[in-house]
């Protein structure tokens, strides 16, 4: 788990120069499947340009280069590493069913992405848990209530707190501090699109923020500037959407 703390704490201190897209399946049975991919080609690309030696000097980007480019689970890539510390069979269920691989375009890193994989209710508590602890930066729309049938979105999660409380976590007070004031600078784009099995039968409520795709899909794409600026107002801002699929 360290290790997903390293990386997507690496990757939140350039997010400028990154692009976050986040796909969360919902199950018939009640789970669902998120996955994450952070683009950071455009963030080597300057790094190599101002530096071209400056990326092997990153610790965290040292540690992106070793990971597989196939999914593995974090559960047998700690075991290869021989840093496999938990008895906790909670713990190592979790572990088995996070998976992560580096992404490379032409042979060079672009990037990582990172797999929750048929996670129910149960397992997204526990990662709730383990999240309030190590500070993990994830989409918060990924712990939305789901039954099988209902999705109910709480639109409060319409916001960056995870990652903005791992930027402070792990910054100096004076870091905390500069960062808090220059948090919409730091995205380039996210967005999180939501897909279910079964045909959606109806949606009640609205935000400016989310749109449906098709009959299966809806899709958010948080507005930055909107996010941080107090005076902005939305056109429709209901506090909760309720999706329900046949």
Same mark, same amino acid.
């Given at each position: 788990?360290?290790?997903?703390? =390293? =990386?997507l704490t690496a990757?939140?201190f350039?997010?400028q120069?990154?692009i976050?897209n986040?796909?969360i399946?919902? @199950? ?5 499947t ?5 683009d ?9 340009a101002?530096t071209?030696d ?5 610790k965290?980007?040292?540690d ?5 480019t196939?999914?593995t689970?974090?559960?047998?890539i700690?075991?290869h590493?021989g840093? &496999?510390?938990t ?6 269920r979790?572990m088995k069913?996070?998976?992560m ?5 032409n042979n ?6 990172l797999?929750?994989? @048929?996670?129910?209710?149960t397992?997204?508590?526990? =990662?709730s ?8 930066? &994830? ?7 789901w039954?099988?049938?209902i ?9 960056l707190?995870?990652i903005?409380?791992?930027?402070r ?6 870091e ?5 004031g220059m948090?919409?600078?730091f995205?380039?784009s996210?967005? /999180? /699109?939501?897909?279910?099995e ?7 409520g609205k @935000?400016?923020?989310?749109k449906?795709i098709?009959n ?8 930055l500037?909107?996010?941080y ?6 056109k @429709?801002?209901d506090?909760?959407i309720?999706i329900t699929?046949?």
């Open positions: 788990m360290k290790k997903i703390l =390293l =990386l990757a939140v350039v997010l120069s990154c976050i986040s796909e399946v919902y @199950h018939s049975d009640g789970a669902s998120s996955v994450t991919d952070i950071m080609r455009q963030f080597i690309a300057e790094m190599k101002m071209p400056s990326l092997k000097q990153q965290e980007f040292g992106m280069d070793k990971l597989p196939v999914w689970s974090v559960f047998d700690q075991k590493e840093k &496999l510390k008895k906790d069979p909670d713990s190592i979790i069913k996070i998976f691989k580096a992404n490379k375009e060079e890193p672009a990037g990582f992405s797999k929750m994989d @048929h996670f129910n209710q397992d997204y508590n526990l =990662l848990s383990y999240n309030k602890k190590e500070k993990l930066p &994830l989409d918060q729309n990924m712990f939305n209530n039954d099988g049938k999705l109910t979105i709480d639109t409060e999660n319409f916001n707190k995870n903005e409380e791992t930027l976590s792990k910054s100096s007070k004076e905390a501090e500069k960062v808090e948090i919409s600078m995205f380039k996210i967005g /999180t /699109t939501m897909k279910f079964n045909k959606i039968k109806s949606i009640t @935000h400016d923020w989310l449906q098709d299966k899909t809806v899709q958010i794409d948080y507005d500037k909107a996010m600026d107090k005076e902005a107002k939305l @429709h801002s506090k909760k309720i699929t046949e």
